[in-house]
């Protein structure tokens, strides 16, 4: 969904290599550098590529097919499950309660030591990066209630830390519309992977009473047994072709 917005495609190290340099001529890959270990052993590493990525969800405008999906929801009821981190479902019009951010969002910190505090927004955070090692400079993200580092409440590989507790909510509510409609629910997947298949088991659990479901998917967009439809094309054209059949039908 994020690619069609200009973000980077982080699948595969190739991909994500393109994207940060810095990080190829470290052997470095997406799974090794988004690992809560980094923010105990070298937090300059670690804010380096989540510092970064935070300016880069913030200045980046989500493209057109989120126009798409907000225009739908406000004739049908609608709710958001995304394993995205960047916050653009509510950039876009989407009401917070109605977005279940199932890995959190970069847009929250949190306490490395979970000491209590809680979750806090991540508003007038700016790290400082050095572009040509990706690596942080300056004074690095600091918890509220103890002062000890803070990091993206966001859940990472490997993550026992993840304080959910500001993700949970719009989960459970998530989860409970679900049930509200599940004998009529059709559901709109883009561009959901298996190499971590969170919201494509969502997906199909979701559907499975209606075999409703229309996977958009440039890479893997096959549907198992008939249970929906796989279109093999990006996310905002798809979005948009959809938008102009159901508006002429």
Known sequence: MGVDSGLPDFRGGEGFWRAYPPYARLGLRFEELA??????????????????????????????????????????????????????????????????EVHGSIHHLQCLRLCGYGVWPADGVDVVIDEDTMRAVGELPRCPGCGGLARPAILMFGDFGWDDSHAAPALARHADWLKAHRSGVAVVEIGAGTALPTVRRRSELASAATGALVRINVREPEVRHGRGIGIPAPAAATLAALDVALTTR
Not at 37 to 55: C, I, K, N, T
Not at 82 to 89: A, C, I, L
């Open 35 to 100: 690992d809560p270990e980094h923010f105990a052993d070298d937090p300059q590493l670690a804010w380096g590529f989540y510092g970064h990525r935070l300016h880069l969800y913030r200045r980046t405008v989500p493209h057109s097919g989120f126009a798409v999906l907000r225009r739908w929801s406000e004739r049908v009821p609608t709710s958001v499950f995304t394993s995205n981190v960047d916050g653009h479902f509510q950039r876009a019009g989407f009401p917070a309660c109605d977005v279940a």
